[in-house]
């Protein structure tokens, strides 16, 4: 540990921890963003909404032990423990998916265990979609056509109930999020 631990060394130690996993990686989106502004994102969203501590910083590192899987050097449960404590590396380990697991799998696994998920973690999840619709609405992956972008919104919608209730301005938000969302969908058709 630093000689100092205080909240915001901590928060500036977990973003820079997942700016080095993710330095290579980009969304998908047209636009090509780097990856680490989208967790910088759903960061935010949980600060602005008045999640604890541990949440934010579980949300700069939700991504990196599913996008470090073929690193040399993957991120383990188990280093994020290390670094970052039980509980934080706890929060990672529920937003994080099965890999090993085919998509649609992981996607229904996602609807069906979001009730049962702790309140850090619904809004970390909740969070994490509110910033995915942003992006599918804004700067849709390359090759993905409207009817797929719609199956994702909605998909989103279904993961989202079983997360409200955790935190209502991010219930909020992700509403009209998801609103916004199937508005543009909408329009295109």
């Known amino acids: 540990m630093p000689a100092e631990d205080t909240p915001i060394a901590r928060l500036l130690r977990a973003a820079a921890f997942a700016a080095r996993v993710h330095a290579g990686h980009r969304r998908k989106g047209a636009a090509a963003e780097p990856y680490v502004n989208h967790v910088i994102e759903v960061a935010q969203l949980l600060a602005e909404h008045g999640a604890p501590e541990e949440a934010i910083l579980a949300a ?12 040399p050097d993957p991120i383990t449960h188990a280093r ?3 670094e970052f404590g039980e509980t934080v590396a706890g929060l990672v380990a529920e937003a994080t998916d099965d890999k090993s697991l085919p998509k649609e799998s992981r996607k229904a696994l996602q609807v069906r265990h979001a009730l049962s998920r702790t309140p850090g973690a619904k809004m970390l999840k909740l969070a994490d979609k509110i910033s995915n619709l942003r992006a599918i609405a804004a700067s849709p992956p390359s090759g993905w056509d409207h009817a797929r972008r ?17 935190n209502p301005g991010l219930d909020a938000l992700f509403d009209a999020t998801y609103r916004d969302a199937m508005a543009r969908l909408a329009a295109e058709a």
């Open 60 to 71: 700069l590192l939700h991504d990196t032990v599913e996008d470090s899987d073929t690193d």
């Open 80 to 82: 994020l423990v290390a």
């Open 150 to 166: 719609v199956e994702y919104v909605g998909w989103a919608g279904r993961v989202a109930a079983g997360l409200k209730g955790a």
